[in-house]
């Protein structure tokens, strides 16, 4: 869950719920909202895991 996003099982492709929680993602994060998995949301969205692992690393760390 990101922001209260539920994220989809895993089906492999953009069906309805996959559709439904990119418009959800988009719209928390002010993108433009098209449900589609276009270049700006994929940067988002790998800003967001990129730094949701980094703040996992520093817990299992210890330094936060």
């Known amino acids: 869950v990101y922001a209260g ?3 989809p099982a ?3 492709t953009i ?3 996959t559709t439904q929680s990119l418009e959800s993602f988009q719209s928390v994060s002010l993108l433009p909202v ?3 998995l276009d270049k700006i949301t994929w940067r988002f969205l790998s ?3 990129t730094l949701s692992a980094h703040k996992q690393a520093n817990k299992r760390n210890n330094f936060e």
């Open 10 to 12: 895993l089906s492999g």
């Open 15 to 17: 069906d309805l719920p």
């Open 5 to 7: 996003i539920t994220v």
């Open 47 to 49: 800003k967001q895991f």
């Open 34 to 36: 098209t449900g589609e």
